[in-house]
């Protein structure tokens, strides 16, 4: 079994920051990538960000230039470094394990409001 453990979610102002982490444990032999999803009341679920084992990242338009992931494989660890926040990127923020299979975290609460 796989679990993800998230953190760094919260309230914060427009034009904020905060960095979201999430580390991987359990029966984790070969994590290919890692990644982030948000979804927000009535809507679906989207990618945000996701990132390779090499290291190579992709991003979603709506985020590209204000977000950055990044991993540490030795920690089975991702984190996504959300800057220049607007209330559109209010949502429940979940992190995504593939190992051929997508594990999921519970998701964790961000909210941009003045």
């Known amino acids: 079994q796989v679990q993800l453990a998230e953190s760094g979610g919260g309230l914060v102002q427009p034009g904020g920051s905060l960095r979201l982490s999430c580390e991987a444990s359990?029966?984790?032999?070969?994590?290919?990538?890692m990644g982030w999803y948000r979804q927000a009341p009535g809507k679906k679920r989207e990618l945000v960000a996701t990132?390779?084992?090499?290291?190579?990242?992709r991003y979603a338009d709506s985020v590209k230039g204000r977000f950055t992931i990044s991993r540490d494989n030795a920690k089975s660890t991702v984190y996504l470094q959300m800057n220049s926040l607007k209330p559109e990127d209010s949502a429940v923020y979940l992190c995504?394990?593939?190992?051929?299979?997508?594990?999921w975290g519970q998701g964790t609460q961000v909210t941009v409001s003045s």
């Open positions: 359990g029966n984790i032999h070969s994590i290919l990538t």
């Open positions: 990132i390779t084992r090499g290291g190579s990242a």
């Open positions: 995504n394990v593939y190992m051929l299979i997508d594990f």
